[in-house]
T-cell receptor, first 116, second 115 residues
């Protein structure tokens, strides 16, 4: 299947700082990317959908000013957690799809964020 | 607002077939059935998907009932490495379109493969 890569795999940051997570599609051009977060022992929760070159569409209850998503190219989307707080600590996962892959969605490895 | 129902957990003996059921009684005509699995602390892994015909690939088989209201994922010879949470998801899939449907995850089935 297609390869989606996230970076960093894990990050620790101080409260009040911002942290950026990158999501890259390595062998295909991703017209659509999705961002999820997952707390321990829970399922994945969709945060937002981003289409290349346009603004992200956020799910209800997700603060767009806190979770900034940029999808500037067909192979890269970034999630920036601004003014991070300990409750933002979570597993963040991106996924990507393209019509050329039959619109199947492939996931990255995930990024662990710990805010101290 | 997941549109599928799965048992929360199942056990399977190593080497035996694992049959994971999923109910999706409100599935629409343009919605596919997708299966993913998530091994602890990793991103979900795509397994298989189908519309109405049974499907098979190198990982698994997908059996969809004629009325499409339920399906079964079959891992023919389960190994310890198949221990994971398995998610059954229905999703509109528009080939050739940039309007790609979202994947909404339910709670999934935790499959424990035992020696």
């Amino acid at each position: 299947g297609a390869v989606v890569s996230q970076h960093p795999s894990w990050v620790i940051c101080k409260s009040g700082t911002s942290v950026k997570i990158e999501c890259r599609s390595l062998d295909f051009q991703a017209t659509t990317m999705f961002w999820y977060r997952q707390f321990p022992k829970q399922s994945l929760m969709l945060m937002a959908t981003s289409n290349e070159g346009s603004k992200a569409t956020y799910e209800q209850g997700v603060e767009k000013d806190k979770f900034l998503i940029n999808h500037a190219s067909l192979t890269l989307s970034t999630l920036t957690v601004t003014s991070a707080h300990p409750e933002d600590s979570s597993f963040y996962i991106c996924s990507a799809s393209t019509p050329n892959s039959g619109n199947t969605i492939y996931f990255g490895e995930g990024s662990w964020l710990t805010v101290v | 607002d997941a549109k599928t129902t799965q048992p929360p957990s199942m056990d399977c003996a190593e080497g035996r077939a694992a049959n994971l059921p999923c109910n999706h009684s409100t599935i629409s005509g343009n919605e596919y059935v997708y299966w993913y699995r998530q091994i602890h602390s990793q991103g979900p892994q795509y397994i298989i998907h189908g519309l109405k015909n049974n499907e098979t690939n190198e990982m698994a088989s997908l059996i969809i009932t004629e009325d499409r209201k339920s399906s079964t994922l079959i891992l023919p010879h389960a190994t310890l490495r198949d221990t994971a949470v398995y998610y059954c998801i229905v999703r509109a899939d528009l080939h050739g379109s940039s309007n790609t449907g979202k994947l909404i995850f339910g709670q999934g089935t935790t499959l424990q493969v035992k020696p």
